[in-house]
């Protein structure tokens, strides 16, 4: 267990290592103070149709605004041509899907904050207590997050090892 955590933290710590050295684009001639508020934070994501839930490593809060725009195509089912979709779906409503009255394959996104983390005693399976919220994201969308918490973005779907593609999704977060 302490073991399979320490990798995970390893992970986690790389992938802001990766974050920090991409190169940022400069906007500002150095020196300028015309420019204090913080610049937006801009990052281009792909989901993978058959990845679940993709953590896009942005922690968002109140008084903050995330813009999300994708684009791309997937298939729901490989093989199946009347299977491909964009980011707004299939024109289909299963009610068997993470959020049911949006349509089946439209990229969709979560925001979770950590409550707990406890190891259940009988079978010894980390559990992990968190509140969350569902949206609908389509090939755009705007999210003033009611709470404090990390985003993640995910596919419409519940039958996920089947699928195809990747949505190419870009998100910016600036204060609201
Ligand atoms: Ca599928």
């Known amino acids: 267990m302490a073991f399979r955590d320490r990798v995970k933290w390893g992970l986690a710590a790389a992938v802001w290592i990766c974050g920090i050295a991409l190169p940022a684009p400069s906007r500002q001639p150095p020196g300028s103070k015309e420019q204090a508020a913080p610049l937006p934070l801009e990052k281009t994501i792909a989901v993978a149709a058959d990845a679940g839930w993709v ?3 942005i922690d968002a ?9 994708a ?3 997937i298939n729901l089912q490989k093989g199946n041509p009347d299977a491909v979709c964009g980011p707004d779906g299939l024109d289909l409503v299963t009610g068997d899907q993470p959020i049911p009255n949006v ?3 439209a990229l969709i996104g979560k925001l979770v904050q950590p409550v707990a983390r406890r190891v259940d005693e009988d079978s010894g399976i980390e559990v992990r207590d968190e509140i969350f919220v569902l949206f609908p994201v389509g090939s ?3 999210v003033t997050p009611p709470f404090k918490g990390r985003l993640y973005l995910g596919v419409n779907e519940n039958v996920l090892k089947d699928n195809g593609g990747t949505y190419a999704v870009v998100v910016v977060k600036r204060p609201a």
């Open 61 to 69: 809060g109140p008084g903050e605004e995330i813009r999300i725009s």
């Open 103 to 105: 349509n089946i394959g």
């Open 71 to 73: 684009s791309g195509e």
């Open 140 to 142: 755009g969308t705007v």
């Open 55 to 57: 953590d896009t490593a």
